[in-house]
C-alpha cells in the first residue's frame, strides 16, 4: 500500500539529503549478490515514479505521471552515461541519479502520458522505444523491468543527482 505522494522535487531532496547515507554506503559494501539485494528491498524506500497507485500493482493505477523510469545496471562507466543522457537531443532529464548498488544509473524522462494499448501508445510501448533508442545511441541496454507502470525504484543516497531546473524554481 502506497504510504505518501511526493513530488519530483521531494524525490531529488530525499536522495541528495542524507536520509539513505548510511543505508546506501553499508548496500556498497555488501559484497554478496543475494544478501545486496535482500538489504536493498527490505531497507530502502522507493518511489514509482511512472504513476500513483492505489496497491503496487499496473492494474491498480490510479494515474500515470507522465514519467518514464529507465534503469541502467552493471555500467562500464556511470560517469560517461550519465553526462551522455544529460546532453541527450531527443529527451530531457527530469531526474537522474546513481543506483543504490553504485555501479548503474536511474533515469526518469518526460513521456506524453499514455492512453492505453487501443488507439495509442501504451507505457511498454513508450519504454521498448525508448530502450531501443538508447540501445542504438549509446550502445546501452535497459533493464527490462522498467517496462511495468508499478515499478519500483530505490531511492539511494546520491549528493550529485541531477534535477530539471524547472523544478527548483
Known amino acids: 500500500m502506497p504510504h505518501k505522494s ?10 541528495v539529503g542524507d536520509y ?8 556498497r559494501g555488501i559484497k554478496d549478490q543475494k544478501q545486496a539485494r535482500q538489504f536493498k528491498a ?12 492505489q496497491t503496487r500493482n499496473d492494474k491498480a493505477l490510479i494515474s500515470h505521471s507522465g514519467l518514464l523510469c529507465i534503469d541502467f545496471d552493471h555500467l562500464q562507466s556511470v560517469d560517461l552515461l550519465r553526462n551522455q543522457l544529460l546532453q541527450d537531443e531527443y529527451f530531457e532529464t527530469q531526474l ?7 555501479d ?3 533515469w526518469i524522462i518526460s ?8 488507439g495509442g501508445f501504451s507505457h511498454s510501448n513508450y519504454f521498448a522505444a525508448v530502450a531501443n533508442y538508447i540501445l542504438q545511441t549509446y ?15 530505490f531511492l539511494p543516497h546520491d549528493q550529485q543527482a541531477f534535477i530539471n531546473p524547472i523544478y527548483l524554481k
Open 6 to 15: 511526493i513530488s519530483l522535487l521531494d524525490a531529488y531532496n530525499y536522495i
Open 20 to 27: 539513505a547515507k548510511q543505508r546506501t554506503e553499508k548496500l
Open 42 to 53: 527490505s531497507t530502502f524506500d522507493y518511489c514509482t515514479f511512472s504513476g500513483m497507485f
Open 96 to 102: 537522474l541519479f546513481v543506483s543504490p548498488s553504485g
Open 104 to 106: 548503474g544509473i536511474k
Open 111 to 118: 513521456i506524453s502520458p499514455p492512453v492505453g494499448d487501443l
Open 139 to 153: 550502445g546501452v541496454e535497459v533493464d527490462k523491468s522498467g517496462r511495468d507502470i508499478s515499478r519500483a525504484c
